[in-house]
């Protein structure tokens, strides 16, 4: 019975304790998206009987369904039901792959796994596996391409979308987001507009979005009238009646020789039309070896009879009546040709011990699927050469060249279209690449009007050419220089001759070219050296430069920045002063993902000395987070001056922003701004819950939502933020918020009462337990105690009181084991004496039976 009532006890304290934390026994179970077409693993854990592998079975249901659609058991072909067949494997130990998903795929998958000869109720041999499939937007309806009202009629345009999560449809009238109206009544499917005015004709678009992608549909409405009208009032009816393509043409892919054809179907009143094609842009009939292949019907249907290769590209169809502007329509025509060689040049040179190239450039369309080659009119097998590599171009390129790769190549390349030819014969030859035999110092220095001697030499098979350039791409002074050799002399040397000189080495195998610096000195005038060793360091709106002081000219000097955009002329340098004595400045308000030149001239008392070498530094692409601040240079405050200039113009806000609360967390939503003239970059999400400071999500490019997890409780207030390249928006109007449940703080706060309330049921339940035990251990004591006193002693009533045995009750007694031995005694011949009474607490006595002797 007490082991009944502690039993309770410790289920009632069980149940307390997982009330308390929110505890609950359930299987574990998993949440797995995919989109339609992917391949998901669906987890199936278990634990082996006393962690050692024994045989199991493997059972996948789907939930309501009792027959598993998957088994398998090791050594047997596995079972699975027609709809899974192909698409399904197991991944051991008891996990499934499931490939091509489907939208049918969607719902409660249940994993079961069963041990042979082993008790069937096993923890953890369950799993439970949600698959939630997500599929971008499709039209299930759509509205005509081309319809044609009347002013005062009523239209009505229907398009829906299916697709997971539920598409969102969107109407925009010349790409400005509709709006509902007095005549504008905007449906689920529909788009209803009653008494039609001039303004409700135009380009209509249905928008279907969700978080998987963003489809649209275009109508376009043109208000219906007739030859008279136009006649009468041509710029009332400007925009009525002008040409509309209803059939625009299609892309297509022909096999070369074959016959295309494009549609380019149209409507107009009046019905005039007149039609043109273009080839990328370009009118056919002014592309003589096009036009006589082509025949435009009175339709407007373009025919292209027979097809080449060159004809891929891009047919625009235009249409017109001569209202309004006209109409065009443009497709891609792909012609597919046998894989063909377009370049092999003979002969052609590798360099010996260097890595070489046999050219054999391939066109092919569709691509090429593998090339022959041959080497002195024997098959080349490229696989069975090492060092040999076939590259995706058709050509041979050689690691390492050496004399057994001279030869005579051919080459034919192969598509599944077959070939149109091998290659002429390539003649190819190892020579000895350029060396230089005498290379230039790095820096030469030389006083004004001096003359100055360079020397450069090398040697190669066949012999190298030596040529001699000036690195900034200027020329060399014609009548001051003049080359002997491989040297370079300059006569008279002025001041436009300081800068950085090019040595090339060039024959038929390879190019290489050294450099060195001419330092003209000027100690004479007293002018400065260009400064040396320039380099540059660049962000996204600003470069840091750097460099090496020259020669001063026995004069303090100081140094002017120039700078420009790369390849903007001579007349676009800017300029900055740097304080003096400083060898590093930084220079701001650049423009992101802009190539820039930058040049440094030294300066002192007697004037403005040369300038270094042009630099040339691209500045990064800008990732703006809103920090407006600028960073200082070691003088202060960024430089002003012609610098600087403005960020540029500010994005406008956001709008219709929408909250959602989802199983998964907050949705938010919002449409870009209505005047896109200033283009949005991404946009920031900020939040934040009473009193507390904005904090923000992001940056979010290319979608206008965002998916907020595991937000906790409150009331939130939500804005959104459109940034530009260069400048912050304004943000978006508030949204408030209230998320319901129990905040963290009280999650805490009760986790920690759980835990004291739980720590004193188990020291009440440890005492209890202790009592109970020490109660039982004296019960059973005692018990055993009065049993072995019972053997030997017998209770009898007190004759003299007239008493009766066992309380005095007057029924008989049942033989007691005393009763036993008394009998037992006499049998034996022990005959009683007599009576002691032996007085007791009970105030009973009791009989001894002695032996008579």
């Known amino acids: 019975m007490i082991f009944k009532i502690l039993w309770r006890f410790l289920a009632w304290f069980m149940c307390l304790w997982a009330f308390i934390t929110g505890y609950s026994p359930r299987e574990k179970l998993h949440t797995i998206t995919s989109l339609i077409g992917e391949d998901v693993t669906l987890p199936c854990a278990f634990e082996f009987p006393d962690g050692k592998k024994v045989p199991y079975i493997v059972n996948w249901n789907r939930e309501n369904e009792k027959i598993p659609f998957f088994m398998w058991y090791d050594g047997y072909p596995p079972h699975m039901s027609e709809n899974y067949r192909g698409r399904v494997s197991l991944i051991k ?92 009544q905007i449906l689920s499917t529909k788009l209803r507009i009653t008494r039609l005015q001039e303004s409700d004709f135009g380009d209509y678009l249905c928008k279907a979005r969700n978080n998987e992608g963003t489809i649209t549909v275009a109508s376009k409405v043109i208000g219906a009238g007739n030859r008279s009208l136009l006649q009468l009032f041509p710029v009332w009816f400007k925009s009525y009646g002008r040409a509309s393509i209803t059939v625009p043409p299609r892309n297509t ?22 039609h043109r094609w273009f080839y990328n842009n370009i009118e056919i009939s002014q592309l003589s070896w096009l036009e006589t292949r082509t025949l435009v019907r009175r339709d407007g249907t373009l025919f292209i009879n027979p097809t080449s290769a060159e004809d891929s590209g891009k047919y625009t169809c235009e249409v017109s009546n001569g209202i309004g502007e006209p109409e065009t329509a443009s497709a891609y025509l792909s012609v597919e040709y046998p ?46 050469h090492h060092g040999v590599i076939s590259l995706k171009n ?43 035999t005498i290379k230039p110092n790095g820096i030469y220095q030389s006083l004004l009007g001096s003359e100055i001697t360079i020397p450069c030499d090398g040697r190669g098979q066949p012999k190298p050419v030596i040529m001699w350039r000036r690195a900034d791409g ?65 962000s996204a709106s600003a ?18 920045i120039c700078y420009r955009v790369a390849n903007q002329g001579a007349n676009s340098w800017r300029t900055m002063s740097v304080p003096d004595g400083a060898t590093t400045f930084t220079l701001y308000r650049l423009d992101p993902d802009t190539e820039y030149e930058f040049r440094v001239q030294s300066r002192n008392a007697f004037g403005k000395g040369m300038y270094s070498e042009v630099i040339k530094a691209k500045t990064s692409t800008e990732d ?108 978006s109007p508030e949204i408030s918020l209230t998320i319901e449940g129990v905040s963290p703080e009280v999650t805490k706060s009760r986790a920690i009462t759980a835990g004291v309330v739980g720590g004193i049921l188990f020291l009440i339940a440890a005492i209890v337990l202790s009592v109970c035990a020490v ?45 036993q031995r008394r009998t037992k005694a006499s049998e034996e011949g022990c005959t009683i004496g007599r009576y002691d009474s032996i007085a007791t607490t009970g105030g009973s006595s009791r009989l001894v039976c002695e032996r008579n002797k």
């Not at 892919?253 to 007149?274: D, R, S, Y």
């Not at 090496?548 to 100081?558: C, F, I, K, N």
């Not at 960073?631 to 430089?639: F, H, I, N, Q, V």
Request: proline share 10%.
């Open 93 to 184: 130990p008891a996990s499934l792959n499931l490939t091509n998903v489907q939208d049918s795929d969607q719902g409660w998958f249940i994993c079961s796994v069963f041990f042979l000869n082993r008790v069937s109720d096993m923890p953890h041999n369950t799993s439970r596996v949600q698959l939630k499939v997500h599929a971008p937007p499709q039209f299930i309806q759509k509205p005509p391409d081309v319809v044609y009202v009347k002013v005062g009629e009523s239209l009505t345009l229907s398009c829906a979308a299916t697709g997971t999560p539920e598409p969102e449809i969107t109407w925009l009238k010349d790409n400005r987001v509709l709006k509902e109206s007095i005549t504008v």
């Open 474 to 538: 200027g020329r060399l002074p014609r009548e001051r220089s003049s080359r002997q050799g491989g040297n370079l002399t300059i006569y008279n040397l002025q001041k436009e001759d300081h800068g950085r000189y090019e040595c090339v080495l060039e024959n038929d195998i390879a190019t290489l070219v050294t450099s060195t610096m001419i330092l003209i000195e000027m100690d004479i005038s007293g002018m400065p050296h260009a400064p040396t060793n320039v380099t540059v360091n660049t």
């Open 543 to 560: 470069a840091t430069l750097s460099w090496l002081p020259a020669y001063d000219g026995r004069y303090t000097q100081s140094y002017i």
């Open 624 to 731: 703006f987070l809103g920090n407006s601040s600028t960073p200082a240079t070691d003088y202060g405050a960024p430089p002003n001056g012609p610098v600087q200039k403005p960020l540029g113009p500010k994005p406008f806000s956001p709008e219709d922003i929408t909250i959602k609360k989802r199983a998964d967390g907050v949705l938010i939503l919002w449409k870009p701004p209505l005047d896109q003239t200033i283009p949005v970059a991404f946009y920031y999400v900020e939040y934040r819950v009473e009193s507390e400071p904005w904090k923000r999500w992001g940056p979010i490019k290319d979608r206008t939502s965002y998916l907020a997890k595991k937000v906790p409780p409150g009331t939130y207030k939500f804005r959104v933020w459109a940034y530009s390249s260069k400048e912050i928006g304004s943000p």
């Open 775 to 819: 109660k039982i251990c004296n019960k059973r004591k005692r018990r055993k105690a009065e049993k072995a006193y019972m053997m030997v002693t017998c209770p009898v009533t007190d004759a003299r009181n007239g008493g009766h045995s066992h309380g005095g009750s007057p029924s008989p007694l049942k033989k007691s084991p005393c009763h």
């Open 394 to 436: 058709g050509s041979l390129l050689i690691q390492r060249v050496s004399h057994v790769h001279q030869g005579m190549y051919r080459c034919t390349p192969y598509n599944i279209h077959g070939t149109a030819g091998t290659s002429n014969r390539m003649e190819v030859f190892v020579r000895e690449p350029p060396m230089f």
């Open 253 to 274: 892919t022909k096999v070369v020789g074959q016959k295309a054809e494009f549609i380019c179907e149209a409507k107009a009143l009046p019905t005039n039309l007149t």
């Open 339 to 384: 894989a063909r060689v377009v370049h092999s040049p003979s002969p052609q040179y590798l360099p010996l011990g260097n890595p070489g190239m046999v050219i054999c450039d391939v066109k092919s369309n569709p691509p090429f699927q593998f090339v022959t080659w041959t080497k002195d009119s024997t098959p080349y097998q490229v696989d069975e």
